[in-house]
């Protein structure tokens, strides 16, 4: 898998993942301050095109539309999905009708921490931050600064090749490079509206998908 093509897959990932900000009260394990958010994102650099991402208690719905271009000029078009539902996760490919279905691993860790615990897992997660523990207590991650993006408040990380402003631990923008290979893709949201209706249906698994069982 090329470099570009990877750095893509991480922005996606990112996507996904959606963090905690202790109980929150409404009784989900992310403990959300909202009932419900919608969220766009525009994708531009050397990836281009958007998200949608839908949120509602423990389920997320992430539908990515991008165009990644390779270092010899190839165009790659990608409409991929994700949805959370619990631990279920579901990586879709629009265009093969095909997609794997797993159990969260974070999910199943989140379980058994405390609220300030998992506010702090899930921004390591965030981040892609692969360091080992001791690497980690020896170099806390902190926020430099904070930024106001789509009317709310994030809060600005920066580790590695990574630059991630984080929201309730949901990044509203994240700037991935690859300097040696002259890559760069910014993700940020352009809208978030919270506490709209939003039918359980959005999280159904599309009909006509053949589904690979991964665990």
């Known amino acids: 898998m090329s470099s570009k093509l990877t750095l893509s897959l991480i922005l996606l990932a990112g996507l996904v993942v959606t963090g905690c900000q202790g109980d929150g009260g409404n009784g989900n394990l992310y403990g959300y301050e909202f009932e419900t958010a919608k969220i766009s994102y525009q994708i531009s650099g050397s990836s281009t095109g958007t998200s949608e991402v839908l949120i509602k208690g423990e389920k997320k719905f992430v539908h990515n539309r991008i165009t990644q271009t390779m270092v010899n000029g190839e165009t790659v078009e990608m409409d991929n999905i994700f949805i959370q539902d619990g631990s279920r996760l579901y990586t879709l490919d629009a265009k093969s ?4 279905r797993l ?7 989140l379980q058994n921490l ?7 897992r899930i921004i390591h ?9 001791e690497e980690q207590a020896a170099s806390p991650l902190s926020p430099e600064s904070t930024e106001n993006i789509a009317g709310q408040t994030c809060s600005l990380y920066r580790l590695g090749n990574l630059e991630t402003c984080l929201w309730q631990g949901i990044p509203l923008r994240t700037v991935a490079s690859l300097p040696d290979y002259g890559v760069e893709t910014t993700t940020v949201a352009t809208m978030v509206e ?19 069982e991964l665990n």
């Open 114 to 120: 405390s609220p300030a615990e998992r506010a702090t």
């Open 103 to 109: 159990s969260s691993p974070l999910y199943s860790e």
């Open 125 to 133: 997660d965030a981040l892609r931050d692969n360091r080992t523990p």
């Open 97 to 100: 009708k095909t997609g794997s």
């Open 194 to 212: 919270l506490n709209q209706p939003i039918a359980d249906s959005e999280f159904d698994l599309p009909q006509g998908y053949q589904i690979t």
